[in-house]
């Protein structure tokens, strides 16, 4: 699957997300960090939707050493304001193939 398609599938699903993020099925968004900060981070994913990611819940080794531009996927579940997604797991694509460590 091209990444512009992964990238609508996301988008798509977010919008449609409605219930508790308790209840809600994992939402997959893959694009590229345009900034990272503490517990915040945002991804432009290829459709040119920017998606703001809570960091609290992820593991930190999964997202130290990010910079903008670095390719990411992350897998995590709507808040539920609908405002970011919050990550439950991220991976880097490092030109190989995605990997969980910096």
Known sequence: ?????????IVLGVA????PASAQPLI???GTVQWIAGDRMQ???????PVLVDLKE???????GLRPR????IDGVLSPDRRRVIARE????DGRGWTQSP
């Open 1 to 9: 699957m091209t990444r512009r398609r992964a990238a609508a599938l």
């Open 16 to 19: 449609l997300a409605a219930a």
């Open 28 to 30: 997959r968004v893959v």
């Open 43 to 49: 991804v432009m994913t290829d459709s040119g939707a």
């Open 58 to 64: 992820a593991d930190q080794s999964e997202y130290r």
């Open 70 to 73: 670095d390719w990411v996927l």
């Open 90 to 93: 991220i991976w880097r694509d």
